[in-house]
Protein backbone atom coordinates (compact mmCIF):
# COMPACT_ATOMS: atom_id res chain seq x y z
CA UNK A 1 0.00 0.00 0.00
CA UNK A 2 1.76 3.17 -1.20
CA UNK A 3 2.03 6.11 1.87
CA UNK A 4 1.34 8.94 -0.60
CA UNK A 5 -1.80 10.03 -0.29
CA UNK A 6 -2.81 11.76 -3.41
CA UNK A 7 -4.51 14.22 -3.82
CA UNK A 8 -3.39 15.72 -0.36
CA UNK A 9 -0.44 17.43 1.46
CA UNK A 10 2.65 15.23 2.24
CA UNK A 11 5.65 15.45 3.90
CA UNK A 12 8.24 14.55 1.70
CA UNK A 13 12.86 14.31 1.60
CA UNK A 14 14.64 15.93 -1.10
CA UNK A 15 17.11 12.97 -2.61
CA UNK A 16 18.33 14.82 -5.67
CA UNK A 17 18.86 18.30 -7.50
CA UNK A 18 18.57 17.85 -11.32
CA UNK A 19 18.40 21.16 -13.63
CA UNK A 20 14.64 20.84 -14.61
CA UNK A 21 13.75 20.13 -10.68
CA UNK A 22 14.39 18.48 -7.69
CA UNK A 23 13.38 14.55 -7.14
CA UNK A 24 11.56 13.95 -4.19
CA UNK A 25 11.43 10.13 -2.14
CA UNK A 26 8.15 8.61 -2.87
CA UNK A 27 9.69 5.28 -1.63
CA UNK A 28 7.35 2.48 -2.92
CA UNK A 29 5.99 4.80 -5.58
CA UNK A 30 9.49 5.91 -6.58
CA UNK A 31 10.84 9.31 -6.81
CA UNK A 32 8.16 12.15 -7.38
CA UNK A 33 9.14 15.64 -9.37
CA UNK A 34 9.03 19.11 -7.84
CA UNK A 35 9.24 21.24 -10.90
CA UNK A 36 11.84 23.60 -10.93
CA UNK A 37 9.73 26.30 -10.54
CA UNK A 38 7.82 25.28 -7.16
CA UNK A 39 11.60 24.96 -5.83
CA UNK A 40 11.99 27.03 -2.63
CA UNK A 41 14.88 29.14 -2.90
CA UNK A 42 17.75 27.66 -1.01
CA UNK A 43 16.45 24.16 -1.59
CA UNK A 44 19.20 20.90 -1.08
CA UNK A 45 18.81 17.47 -0.54
CA UNK A 46 18.06 16.50 2.68
CA UNK A 47 15.26 18.56 3.24
CA UNK A 48 11.89 17.76 4.00
CA UNK A 49 9.26 19.33 2.21
CA UNK A 50 5.49 19.71 2.60
CA UNK A 51 4.44 19.62 -0.89
CA UNK A 52 0.94 18.83 -2.77
CA UNK A 53 0.81 15.56 -4.65
CA UNK A 54 -1.27 15.09 -7.95
CA UNK A 55 -1.26 13.79 -11.33
CA UNK A 56 0.30 15.17 -14.30
CA UNK A 57 -0.98 15.54 -18.02
CA UNK A 58 0.55 11.90 -18.37
CA UNK A 59 -0.91 10.47 -15.05
CA UNK A 60 2.22 10.88 -13.37
CA UNK A 61 2.76 11.92 -9.55
CA UNK A 62 4.36 15.10 -9.56
CA UNK A 63 4.26 17.45 -6.39
CA UNK A 64 3.68 21.04 -6.24
CA UNK A 65 4.22 23.87 -3.97
CA UNK A 66 1.16 25.49 -4.75
CA UNK A 67 -1.96 25.96 -2.61
CA UNK A 68 -4.70 24.19 -4.06
CA UNK A 69 -8.12 25.68 -3.36
CA UNK A 70 -9.19 21.97 -1.85
CA UNK A 71 -7.75 18.66 -1.19
CA UNK A 72 -8.98 14.72 -1.22
CA UNK A 73 -12.19 14.21 0.59
CA UNK A 74 -12.93 17.75 1.31
CA UNK A 75 -16.10 19.95 -0.25
CA UNK A 76 -15.53 23.41 -2.54
CA UNK A 77 -17.03 26.00 -4.29
CA UNK A 78 -15.23 26.29 -7.79
CA UNK A 79 -15.55 27.94 -11.01
CA UNK A 80 -15.49 26.03 -14.21
CA UNK A 81 -12.35 26.67 -16.30
CA UNK A 82 -13.81 24.48 -19.45
CA UNK A 83 -15.40 21.71 -21.02
CA UNK A 84 -15.48 19.40 -23.37
CA UNK A 85 -17.02 15.81 -24.82
CA UNK A 86 -15.91 14.26 -21.57
CA UNK A 87 -17.21 16.36 -19.08
CA UNK A 88 -15.75 20.05 -16.97
CA UNK A 89 -12.78 21.02 -15.95
CA UNK A 90 -12.90 23.23 -12.53
CA UNK A 91 -10.12 25.77 -11.61
CA UNK A 92 -8.76 24.59 -8.25
CA UNK A 93 -5.30 26.72 -8.10
CA UNK A 94 -2.80 24.46 -9.75
CA UNK A 95 -1.78 24.12 -13.42
CA UNK A 96 -3.71 20.94 -14.46
CA UNK A 97 -7.64 21.53 -13.98
CA UNK A 98 -9.90 19.44 -12.12
CA UNK A 99 -12.32 16.93 -14.04
CA UNK A 100 -15.77 16.53 -13.40
CA UNK A 101 -17.30 13.13 -15.54
CA UNK A 102 -20.97 14.12 -16.99
CA UNK A 103 -21.75 11.47 -14.69
CA UNK A 104 -21.04 13.42 -11.37
CA UNK A 105 -22.69 16.64 -12.65
CA UNK A 106 -26.43 17.16 -11.33
CA UNK A 107 -26.63 19.67 -14.01
CA UNK A 108 -24.92 19.94 -17.22
CA UNK A 109 -21.83 22.63 -16.00
CA UNK A 110 -20.95 25.94 -17.62
CA UNK A 111 -17.80 27.95 -18.16
CA UNK A 112 -17.49 30.17 -15.72
CA UNK A 113 -20.05 28.97 -13.60
CA UNK A 114 -19.56 28.09 -10.17
CA UNK A 115 -20.41 25.25 -8.44
CA UNK A 116 -19.88 23.20 -4.72
CA UNK A 117 -18.14 20.05 -5.47
CA UNK A 118 -17.06 16.94 -3.63
CA UNK A 119 -13.11 16.37 -4.29
CA UNK A 120 -12.20 12.40 -4.46
CA UNK A 121 -10.53 9.68 -5.79
CA UNK A 122 -12.02 7.89 -9.10
CA UNK A 123 -12.21 3.64 -8.16
CA UNK A 124 -11.66 2.75 -11.23
CA UNK A 125 -8.72 5.07 -12.78
CA UNK A 126 -7.70 6.27 -9.53
CA UNK A 127 -7.69 10.05 -10.67
CA UNK A 128 -8.46 13.45 -9.00
CA UNK A 129 -12.05 13.92 -9.74
CA UNK A 130 -14.62 16.07 -8.31
CA UNK A 131 -18.76 15.44 -7.76
CA UNK A 132 -21.85 17.69 -8.30
CA UNK A 133 -23.34 14.98 -5.99
CA UNK A 134 -22.81 16.19 -2.65
CA UNK A 135 -25.54 14.80 -1.42
CA UNK A 136 -23.48 11.37 -1.88
CA UNK A 137 -20.28 12.06 0.47
CA UNK A 138 -21.94 13.87 3.23
CA UNK A 139 -21.37 12.00 6.59
CA UNK A 140 -24.56 9.04 7.17
CA UNK A 141 -23.15 9.09 10.97
CA UNK A 142 -25.36 11.08 13.98
CA UNK A 143 -22.93 14.19 14.66
CA UNK A 144 -21.84 14.80 18.26
CA UNK A 145 -22.35 18.88 18.70
CA UNK A 146 -23.49 20.31 21.89
CA UNK A 147 -26.00 23.62 21.20
CA UNK A 148 -23.70 26.54 21.15
CA UNK A 149 -20.71 24.62 19.75
CA UNK A 150 -18.60 26.75 17.00
CA UNK A 151 -18.36 24.96 13.68
CA UNK A 152 -17.40 26.12 10.35
CA UNK A 153 -19.75 25.79 7.07
CA UNK A 154 -19.92 26.41 3.39
CA UNK A 155 -22.61 27.54 1.88
CA UNK A 156 -24.31 25.08 -0.61
CA UNK A 157 -27.85 26.00 -1.53
CA UNK A 158 -30.77 28.04 -1.18
CA UNK A 159 -34.00 26.46 -0.53
CA UNK A 160 -37.49 27.90 0.57
CA UNK A 161 -36.52 27.75 3.82
CA UNK A 162 -33.46 28.97 3.99
CA UNK A 163 -29.76 27.80 3.06
CA UNK A 164 -28.30 23.92 2.83
CA UNK A 165 -24.62 24.23 4.32
CA UNK A 166 -21.55 21.73 4.61
CA UNK A 167 -20.73 21.38 8.27
CA UNK A 168 -17.45 21.03 9.05
CA UNK A 169 -16.21 19.69 5.60
CA UNK A 170 -19.01 16.42 7.03
CA UNK A 171 -22.08 16.76 7.89
CA UNK A 172 -25.71 18.24 6.45
CA UNK A 173 -26.65 21.48 8.02
CA UNK A 174 -29.37 24.25 7.80
CA UNK A 175 -29.44 27.62 7.99
CA UNK A 176 -32.85 29.39 8.55
CA UNK A 177 -33.95 32.33 6.69
CA UNK A 178 -36.00 34.04 9.21
CA UNK A 179 -32.33 34.02 11.89
CA UNK A 180 -30.26 35.15 8.53
CA UNK A 181 -29.60 38.93 9.35
CA UNK A 182 -26.66 39.08 6.66
CA UNK A 183 -26.54 38.12 2.58
CA UNK A 184 -25.57 34.76 1.73
CA UNK A 185 -23.98 33.48 -1.14
CA UNK A 186 -23.07 29.58 -2.60
CA UNK A 187 -19.73 29.39 -1.57
CA UNK A 188 -19.27 31.38 1.37
CA UNK A 189 -17.42 30.20 3.91
CA UNK A 190 -18.39 31.39 7.72
CA UNK A 191 -18.68 30.58 11.56
CA UNK A 192 -21.66 29.27 12.74
CA UNK A 193 -23.60 27.87 15.99
CA UNK A 194 -24.87 24.37 16.79
CA UNK A 195 -28.66 25.03 17.63
CA UNK A 196 -29.58 22.25 17.75
CA UNK A 197 -29.10 18.14 15.90
CA UNK A 198 -32.33 16.85 14.88
CA UNK A 199 -33.50 13.23 14.44
CA UNK A 200 -32.34 13.06 11.35
CA UNK A 201 -29.01 14.13 12.07
CA UNK A 202 -29.26 17.11 10.22
CA UNK A 203 -28.13 20.10 12.24
CA UNK A 204 -29.76 23.50 12.92
CA UNK A 205 -27.00 26.05 12.86
CA UNK A 206 -27.42 29.96 13.52
CA UNK A 207 -24.81 32.78 12.82
CA UNK A 208 -25.46 34.56 16.20
CA UNK A 209 -23.63 33.46 18.96
CA UNK A 210 -26.67 33.44 22.01
CA UNK A 211 -25.81 35.32 25.16
CA UNK A 212 -23.03 37.51 26.60
CA UNK A 213 -21.44 37.95 23.46
CA UNK A 214 -24.95 39.02 21.52
CA UNK A 215 -23.68 42.81 21.10
CA UNK A 216 -20.49 42.01 20.75
CA UNK A 217 -21.20 39.64 18.05
CA UNK A 218 -24.16 42.08 16.35
CA UNK A 219 -22.15 44.90 15.76
CA UNK A 220 -19.31 42.67 13.48
CA UNK A 221 -23.04 41.75 11.87
CA UNK A 222 -24.31 45.47 11.37
CA UNK A 223 -20.45 46.20 10.49
CA UNK A 224 -20.59 44.02 7.77
CA UNK A 225 -24.30 44.60 6.92
CA UNK A 226 -23.06 48.43 6.17
CA UNK A 227 -20.27 47.65 4.13
CA UNK A 228 -22.23 45.16 2.16
CA UNK A 229 -25.22 48.26 1.04
CA UNK A 230 -21.85 50.69 -0.31
CA UNK A 231 -20.94 51.54 3.37
CA UNK A 232 -24.13 53.30 4.50
CA UNK A 233 -27.46 52.55 6.00
CA UNK A 234 -30.16 54.87 6.47
CA UNK A 235 -31.48 52.94 9.84
CA UNK A 236 -30.24 54.37 13.02
CA UNK A 237 -31.64 55.04 16.17
CA UNK A 238 -34.65 56.78 15.21
CA UNK A 239 -35.93 53.87 13.51
CA UNK A 240 -38.71 51.84 14.30
CA UNK A 241 -38.52 48.92 16.15
CA UNK A 242 -40.12 47.20 14.28
CA UNK A 243 -38.20 47.86 11.31
CA UNK A 244 -34.92 46.76 12.61
CA UNK A 245 -36.43 43.74 13.93
CA UNK A 246 -37.60 43.01 10.63
CA UNK A 247 -34.27 43.85 9.15
CA UNK A 248 -31.65 41.64 11.64
CA UNK A 249 -33.77 40.28 14.03
CA UNK A 250 -32.96 41.54 17.30
CA UNK A 251 -34.23 44.36 19.86
CA UNK A 252 -33.88 48.20 18.92
CA UNK A 253 -32.10 48.15 22.19
CA UNK A 254 -29.23 45.88 20.98
CA UNK A 255 -29.42 47.64 17.42
CA UNK A 256 -28.59 50.85 19.61
CA UNK A 257 -25.81 48.96 21.54
CA UNK A 258 -24.53 47.66 18.33
CA UNK A 259 -24.21 51.23 16.76
CA UNK A 260 -22.75 52.66 20.51
CA UNK A 261 -20.01 49.84 19.85
CA UNK A 262 -18.85 50.70 16.47
CA UNK A 263 -19.07 54.38 16.70
CA UNK A 264 -16.79 54.19 19.92
CA UNK A 265 -13.70 52.26 17.85
CA UNK A 266 -14.33 55.10 15.12
CA UNK A 267 -15.76 52.14 13.00
CA UNK A 268 -18.89 54.77 11.83
CA UNK A 269 -19.90 57.79 11.47
CA UNK A 270 -23.49 58.69 13.01
CA UNK A 271 -25.28 60.89 10.85
CA UNK A 272 -29.00 62.87 10.66
CA UNK A 273 -30.38 60.11 8.22
CA UNK A 274 -28.38 57.27 8.83
CA UNK A 275 -24.97 55.35 9.39
CA UNK A 276 -21.95 55.60 7.34
CA UNK A 277 -19.04 53.64 7.45
CA UNK A 278 -15.82 55.50 8.00
CA UNK A 279 -13.62 55.47 5.00
Request: glycine content about 8%; some cysteine.
Amino acid sequence: MSHIQLGRYNQLEVVKEVDFGMYLNGDEDGEILLPKRYVPEGCKPGDVLNVFIYLDMDERLVATTLEPYVQVGEFACLEVAWVNQYGAFLNWGLMKDLFVPFREQKAKMQKGGRYVVHVHLDDESYRIVASAKVEHYLSKERPEYAPGEEVEVLVWQKTDLGFKVIVDNKFSGMLFHNEIFQPLEQGMRLHAYVKRVREDGKIDLVLQKKGVKKVDDFSEVLLQYIKDNDGYTPLNDKTEAEVIYNTFGVSKKTFKKAVGELYKKRLVVLEDNGIRLVK
